[in-house]
Nanobody, 121 residues
């Protein structure tokens, strides 16, 4: 199974920056899409950003121009650089990947456990 572990969350002041990371491991796999989602208290989980295998990206309107998604294929890592953070960015941020698991010979869709990002003065 493909396992994801996020790191890098924490407390940051409004206007500050933070980078969260996601490490994928546990099998022999391809990664077709990597994405970041977030869930604030009392709200549904929402898409933040995705990057596909062809390097095309998609961002939520609320984070365009402030957040940047990237990936390191050699290290099986994904990153979300968050700049100009706002209190409304406070949420648990989840990493998601989808692709093909060659050991299990089937497609997979995995989620990490989440990392808390709090934007507050």
């Amino acid at each position: 199974q493909v396992q994801l572990v996020e790191s890098g969350g924490g407390l940051v002041q409004p206007g500050g920056s933070l980078r969260v990371s996601c490490a994928a491991s546990g099998s022999i796999f391809s990664i077709d899409v990597m994405g970041w989602y977030r869930q604030a208290p009392g709200k549904e989980r929402e898409l933040v950003a995705t990057e596909s295998i062809d390097r095309s990206t998609n961002y939520a309107d609320s984070v365009k121009g402030r957040f940047t998604i990237s990936r390191d294929n050699l290290k099986n890592m994904a990153y979300l650089q968050m700049n100009s953070l706002k209190p409304e960015d406070t949420a648990v941020y989840y990493c998601n990947t989808a692709g093909f698991d060659y050991r299990l010979n089937r497609r997979y869709n995995s989620w990490g456990q989440g990392t808390q990002v709090t934007v507050s003065s």
